[in-house]
């Protein structure tokens, strides 16, 4: 599938987005990477495998999901690895900055 600039435009408009002229070469090239990795994608064998198949019932393999009840909101602070007051800081939901990053 060729992406090209009407597509880039036209997606603008059904997200209801102004874009600049300048910005509009740069996600033409993006747009390109994301169907590069669903090109990828396709490649996959998926033979035999049910789409449908209920993945909920598996547990998260990286952590342990525990509930932790706290007696006070000084005790939930304590366990947080970034915090300002009375408050938990997180990031940023603006944007700028880092997403990644807590500081």
């Known amino acids: 599938m060729a992406i090209d600039e009407k597509d880039v435009l036209h997606v603008a408009r059904l997200a209801r987005l102004d874009i600049a002229p300048d910005r509009i070469e740069p996600m033409v090239r993006y747009f390109q990477d994301i169907i590069g990795h669903f090109r990828t994608l396709e490649k996959c064998d998926t033979d035999g495998i049910d789409p449908f198949e209920e993945s909920g019932s598996h547990l998260c393999p990286l952590r342990d999901d525990e509930p932790k009840a706290w007696d006070s ?3 939930a602070l ?10 938990f800081k997180v990031p940023a939901i603006g944007g700028g900055g880092d997403p990644d990053a807590l500081s």
Do not use: I, Q, S
Not at 78 to 87: C, H, N, Q
């Open 73 to 75: 909101v000084l005790e």
């Open 78 to 87: 304590e366990e947080a690895p970034l915090r300002e007051g009375r408050f």
